[in-house]
């Protein structure tokens, strides 16, 4: 069975040791992605305090630049938006995010409908407010 690993060459760089994407059989389990831009710290929808952190957010901004970030991945990988089989979320405030979140994701996925799981989380390794993992199919 073929088990290769995959990063794109657009995608924000990962925070630790592990690969964008991991190829396993006709299935790509994505690594959790957020909505940080490659070769730069800036995350989009977030204004930083000089402490390092969140002074505030946009939930919007940073649902848009995940579900791009993934849309890379999964391209560079070989497969597609339309591929994506299942979905698990994670929010750091499903109180005020979910809403919205909920809302975006429903655009998005208009067409294509995966499983999805949503789980809110006390907090994110880098300060993001939305982290997305997503197996689908090549």
């Not at 995608?11 to 630790?16: H, I, R, S, W, Y």
């Not at 999964?74 to 994670?90: C, P």
Request: aromatic share 10%.
């Amino acid at each position: 069975m073929i088990n290769q690993k995959f990063d794109s060459s657009k995608a924000p760089e990962p925070v630790g040791a592990y690969p964008h994407a991991r190829k396993v059989g006709d299935l790509l389990f994505l690594s959790g992605v957020g909505p940080r831009e490659r070769g730069t710290k800036k995350i989009p929808g977030v204004e930083l305090a000089e402490d390092g952190s969140i002074k505030s957010y946009d939930i919007a901004a940073q649902c848009h630049s995940v579900f791009k970030n993934i849309r890379y991945i999964l391209e560079d990988a070989g497969s597609s938006w339309d591929n994506i089989v299942d979905v698990t979320v994670f929010l750091t405030n499903m109180k005020d995010d979910f809403k919205t979140y909920n809302k975006l994701y429903a655009e998005y996925f208009k067409d294509n409908q995966p499983c999805r799981t949503t789980l809110e989380i006390n907090c994110l390794p880098t300060p993001i407010g939305i982290e997305l993992k997503v197996i689908a199919t090549i």
